[in-house]
């Protein structure tokens, strides 16, 4: 096929996070157990599955045409490639991860000037060794194959470590005493397939339904039906995107009212309605908000 866009998706901790947001885009995507080339129902996509670390890499150099991997690995690259969208998402919920410098909790070190002429152990050794530098610190900074929160303190002095929660420093007796950076999952593009116009249509389209996609994980639809007096109170307490849609019922003294809310406000926002007045309500979960 002529017309097709190599995408890289990421294996590993971004793994299920990203393919439920591409199914949720609209692209059935399935990945057999020990398969790296996923199933896209989509003929003009073509997936292969890879580490994050290295999805940048190889966009860059045209291998793919675009991909979706860390603004970190990003970074930790040196990556030349097209950030087409921040993609607010990581594996454990809807929030940016950090990178971070963790020492043991019995440790006398309080910033990153303590760590002079320490040793630290990480996956991001280019990042952490330019913070490092920004802060006028030379410090030993080696590459961790894994375990890295394990090795505070016998192996080395402090880790450089991604978290999302801080839930795994804790439990290894960490604590956090820089944070380096803020990272968000990000679709990135090679530079000549931006440049390409079938390709570049391609990727925003895929841009634009996983944005959509995103922006309604935190909210659901709401149906419920009012009688015309009481229409004024209600919509005073709905909320809305813009403004709810009414629409006329049958019995031409009650209208029926739809909008779209934050799902945080449902709990307190339903029985509200209910008490001034509203009926029959409805609360649906949404695929996609494509503003």
Not at 14 to 34: C, H, I, P, Y
Not at 138 to 157: F, I, M, N, Q, R
Not at 205 to 225: D, P, R, T, Y
Request: aromatic share 4%; with cysteine.
């Amino acid at each position: 096929m002529s017309n097709q866009l190599r995408i890289g998706l990421p294996k590993g901790s971004l793994q299920e996070a990203t393919l439920r947001m591409m199914r949720k885009a609209g692209f059935n995507v399935s990945v057999g157990d020990r398969s790296y080339s996923p199933y896209i129902d989509d003929p003009e996509l073509n997936g292969i599955l890879i580490r994050a670390q290295e999805i940048a890499r190889y966009v860059q150099e045209g291998v793919l045409d675009c991909g979706i991997t860390g603004k970190d690995w990003i970074m930790e690259n040196g990556a030349d490639v097209v950030e087409v969208a921040s993609l607010i998402y990581a594996k454990q919920g809807l929030r940016p991860v950090r990178l971070v410098l963790a020492v043991h909790n019995d440790s006398d070190f309080q910033s990153v000037q303590d760590l002079q002429g320490k040793r630290i152990a990480t996956e991001l050794v280019n990042v952490t060794r330019s913070f490092l530098k920004e802060h006028g610190v030379e410090a030993h900074v080696e590459y961790s194959w894994g375990a890295t929160e394990a090795k505070v303190p016998e192996l080395v002095d402090a880790i450089s470590e991604l978290t999302e929660t801080g839930s795994s420093l804790r439990a290894n007796n960490l604590r956090v005493i820089e944070t380096i950076l803020e990272s968000t999952t990000r679709l990135i593009a090679n530079k000549a397939a931006w440049e390409d116009e079938w390709k570049r249509a391609k990727i925003e389209n895929i841009c634009m339904l996983l944005e959509g996609a995103l922006a309604a994980e935190e909210k659901v639809g709401l149906k419920l039906n009012v009688e015309r007096t009481n229409l004024d109170n209600v919509l005073q307490i709905l909320p809305a995107m813009k403004n709810p849609t009414i629409s006329n019922l049958s019995d031409d003294q009650w209208v029926a009212v739809e909008t779209i809310i934050d799902e945080k406000t449902v709990r307190e926002l339903i029985p509200t309605l209910r008490r001034a007045g509203a009926q029959g309500i409805i609360e649906y979960p949404l695929n996609k908000v494509i503003p």
